[in-house]
């Protein structure tokens, strides 16, 4: 069964509130069986645009990352992100 991954392009607007969001929604995702494979290193684009900052967080397939991404706990805590944050949030098949 292929995985599943969570994968988002953000540009942090207020720093020191979106540090709440990373405290908060670390322990929720890898108690839904994330495993953050991209957070935050150092990135170059190569072609064309986009937001400032990358995470790839990998599941154990695609319908546990939807799960997760749509867990009410983890919502609550998108909301600080949203606030804070400039985001792309998609969720994406694996290819095994």
Do not use: C, W
């Amino acid at each position: 069964m292929p995985k599943g991954y969570i994968i988002g392009h953000i540009t942090v607007r207020d720093p020191e509130a979106y540090k709440e969001y990373v405290v908060r929604d670390t322990p929720i995702l890898q108690a839904l069986g994330g495993r953050f494979i991209v957070r935050g290193g150092q990135a170059q684009v190569m072609e064309g645009e986009t937001l400032m900052r990358h995470v790839v967080i990998e599941f154990p397939s695609y319908e546990a990352a939807l799960a997760a991404y749509n867990d009410p706990d983890y919502q609550e805590v998108a909301d600080i992100r949203r606030r804070t944050a400039d985001s792309v949030i998609l969720v994406v098949e694996g290819t095994e």
